[in-house]
């Protein structure tokens, strides 16, 4: 099984790059998605609720929204209170990604067909050392005003755009000399030149593991 680890900036295309490589034949795991998961579970609610109260709740299912305001931003307070939700998420959606990896693994080890590619679509991959369950990490490289107009239409404001930005730089190291082997992509050109890129990228990647 090979791992691949997703880099970028938030609007870079890690979502795009993602679907790219799961059409190729690699199975995608996807944060969001469990992150998705931990918010229904009852145990993970009543530690939100404890911390933000019942004004991030709509009806029973936390709202993304709401508690994207709670967090995101560039005061003490807010920070602090990003701070803790990843401490209340990151152990559960870390939990069920190592739950999907090894499932896959078990898998490929009962099958006769040949290495499995797995992609990490995890926002703060790095920040959250996921990086080091990598064996290749894909680098996205997007102009800031491309990503910024991808994200404006999205509907996320300039200030919106920012926190996520700082959210994203803290905790980001710049020494990448204990990263694993890592492959650059322009992701701010047109999506034929990006999928010419990730059709190289997946050869290389099918031709290491044959």
Same mark, same amino acid.
């Given at each position: 099984?090979?791992?691949?680890?997703?880099?970028?900036?938030?609007?870079?295309?890690?979502?795009?790059?993602?679907?790219?490589?799961?059409?190729?034949?690699?199975?995608? *795991?996807?944060?969001?998605?469990?992150?998705?998961?931990?918010?229904?579970?009852?145990?993970?609610?009543?530690?939100?609720?404890?911390?933000?109260?019942?004004?991030?709740?709509?009806?029973?299912?936390?709202?993304?929204?709401?508690?994207?305001?709670?967090?995101?931003?560039?005061?003490?307070?807010?920070?602090?209170?990003?701070?803790?939700?990843?401490? *209340? *998420?990151?152990?559960?959606?870390?939990?069920?990604?190592?739950?999907?990896?090894?499932? *896959?693994?078990?898998?490929?080890?009962?099958?006769?067909?040949?290495?499995?590619?797995?992609?990490?679509?995890?926002?703060?991959?790095?920040?959250?050392?996921?990086?080091?369950?990598?064996?290749?990490?894909?680098?996205?490289?997007?102009?800031?005003?491309?990503?910024?107009?991808?994200?404006?239409?999205?509907?996320?404001?300039?200030?919106?755009?920012?926190?996520?930005?700082?959210?994203?730089?803290?905790?980001?190291?710049?020494?990448?000399?204990?990263?694993?082997?890592?492959?650059?992509?322009?992701?701010?050109?047109?999506?034929?030149?990006?999928?010419?890129?990730?059709?190289?990228?997946?050869?290389?990647?099918?031709?290491?593991?044959?």
């Amino acid at each position: 099984m090979t791992v691949v680890g997703l880099i970028g900036k938030i609007g870079a295309g890690k979502t795009t790059v993602s679907n790219l490589l799961r059409h190729h034949g690699a199975v995608v *795991i996807d944060a969001d998605a469990l992150t998705h998961d931990a918010l229904k579970n009852g145990d993970i609610q009543g530690q939100i609720r404890a911390r933000f109260g019942n004004s991030v709740f709509v009806g029973s299912e936390v709202d993304r929204s709401l508690l994207a305001e709670c967090v995101f931003g560039s005061q003490p307070e807010q920070k602090n209170a990003l701070k803790d939700l990843e401490e *209340i *998420i990151h152990p559960r959606v870390r939990s069920g990604l190592e739950d999907r990896l090894r499932a *896959i693994g078990h898998k490929e080890v009962d099958s006769e067909v040949g290495d499995t590619v797995v992609v990490l679509d995890v926002p703060l991959l790095v920040q959250g050392g996921l990086h080091n369950r990598c064996d290749l990490l894909i680098w996205l490289e997007c102009e800031d005003s491309v990503r910024h107009q991808r994200l404006a239409v999205r509907g996320l404001s300039n200030a919106q755009i920012a926190a996520r930005e700082e959210a994203w730089t803290q905790g980001f190291s710049d020494d990448t000399s204990s990263f694993p082997s890592i492959s650059t992509v322009d992701t701010s050109g047109d999506i034929a030149y990006t999928k010419r890129e990730i059709e190289r990228i997946w050869e290389e990647l099918i031709s290491g593991s044959s």
